[in-house]
Structure formats: structure tokens, C-alpha cells
């Protein structure tokens, strides 16, 4: 599960036991795959690290990322990774974030990982207490419109054959203003926006996007998408996005036998070839219609 946005529940319960015992200057409290929000990390993808460590707020301005912002890092197994933003408390919910991609070069291969957040001041240098989150090869998550389950940031592609509107969300009509939703087609193709697919052809530096020669690089593990519980058929292979840091895309058709609604089930699911599937949240859902 992801943190409770109103930091009541064990989210909460979890913070206040780590700060009873640990100044909170040097806190970390929680790391989640910043698409699902699930406690589950793997090397290449982008995740939320809270707790309470930054005194302002400071977003990367330029990619390749930085691995150091305002003073400010992000480890993992001791390797830093890039950075996206950190953030100050600007909404009053009593805990600090940053979004930081994960070390491509990360082992994950002894188990659990130890993330630690370190600070350049003008009193020194500072680490924070090493906080443990599970690794494994892929941890696929879908990105939504809310934080963990949600509506899915899925957009509609347009075929010329029907009256889809290109790029259009996949989700019912007016579902959030100022933003063009309409339900998928059965049938139709959609663009899932995803994180965390596992390896992948040729891993671009980490905090960078893949070269100009080689722009798609695909995912080299057995990806399935599931909609409504039928599979859908992908095209071609999930890839890394072409022009921003550590996103995955997949195309894939709406199969049919879906039964359209405004909340249709959308899975992700990653297998690693050695036992391990590893499958994104079953809360999150897109709009689906029936074929013209």
C-alpha cells in the first residue's frame, strides 16, 4: 500500500516510531515505486523517498539529471541516483519527498537495499540512518492521476478509423478539468505510462535518457498487460521513453471481451524468467467503451 496522503495510519504509526528515535534531521521513513506506490524498488526506475530532510524545495533543470541537489543525495547500496525534485513541506503534510531514479548499476541481488539520504551544509556533512525497501529486477507500476490507486494516466492513439481523440486520457468525459478524457475503445490502441519494467536492451546512464542512435530501448523480461483480466496484445515490446528519465511506455491493443465501464481494471505484470512475477496494483483502472 501506498503512504496515506493524510498521514493517519500505519504510514503515521511508522513515522512516529522513527522519529522517537532518530533526530529528524536525519529521518527517512518510507520508499515507494513513485508510479504505484508500492514498497518494492528495482534498478532503472523512479521512485519517492519521504521524510524529513529538506529544508527548501529544488527541481532538476536539465537531463542528464544531477545526482546532487541544493546539497542534497539520495544512495542506494551507497550509489547515488538522480534526481528529479526534492521538497520542502510546501502542502502542510509534515513530511519532505524527493523523486529519484535508481541506480541502473544497482545489485539487488543480496535482498533488501539501504537507502540513505546525505546533506553538504556549511556545519558539515550529514547521513541519514539507512532505511531498508525490498529490490528485486522490476517493479511495475502505473502511473495515476492520485497517489497509489486511482484513475490511470492512459491515453488514447488514434487508428483514423473511428472518432478516438489522439492522446486523449482514457478515462470518463470531464473526470478532471482541464484535461481531455475519453474511455478507451474495445479494440482500440491505448499508451500505458509506466514505471519500473525491468532491464532493458542498453540502460542509458543513469539520471539520462537513451542515446540518439539507439532512442527505443526494450524491455528485455515478459511483460503482460491485463485489462479487465483478459490480456491485452502488445505492440511491438514496452520501451524506455525516448525523451524522459527512466518512464516506460506500452502500446497495446484493448482486447476484446472487455466489459466496458467507467472502471476497468488495469495490470501490469513483469516475469523475471526465474520463478519471480512481479504485478503492478490492482486498484487502478481506465474507462473503457464498447467498439463503434
Known sequence: MGPD???NGPYQDAFVAKIASIPEWYLVTGVFDAAGFQELIS?????????????????ATTIPLNMKLDGLSVSFNGIPGALFGVFGDDFGLGFNQANVQV????????????????WERDDGEVWSEPFSVDAALASPGIFTFQFGPGQ?????????????IPGSVAQPEGFL??????????GGVITVWCNGLGPVTLPPPTGDVPSAG???????????????????????KPVLHPTLVGLNQINAFVPQGVTPGDAVPIVIEVDCGDGNVF???????????PAP
Open 103 to 118: 541506480p541502473w548499476e544497482l545489485d539487488i541481488s543480496s535482498g533488501p537495499v539501504e537507502v540513505r539520504v546525505h
Open 43 to 59: 534498478p532503472g526506475s523512479i521512485v519517492s523517498v519521504f521524510g524529513d530532510f529538506a529544508e527548501r524545495t529544488a527541481r
Open 5 to 7: 496522503r493524510t498521514f
Open 152 to 164: 490511470a494516466i492512459v491515453t488514447n492513439f488514434s487508428l483514423g478509423n473511428n472518432d478516438e
Open 279 to 289: 504485478r503492478s496494483r490492482a486498484d487502478v483502472t481506465i474507462a473503457v467503451r
Open 177 to 186: 478539468p482541464g484535461v481531455t478524457g475519453q474511455p478507451a475503445t474495445v
Open 214 to 236: 539507439n532512442p527505443l530501448q526494450e524491455t528485455t523480461k515478459i511483460v503482460r498487460l491485463l485489462i479487465g483480466g483478459i490480456e491485452a496484445r502488445i505492440i511491438g
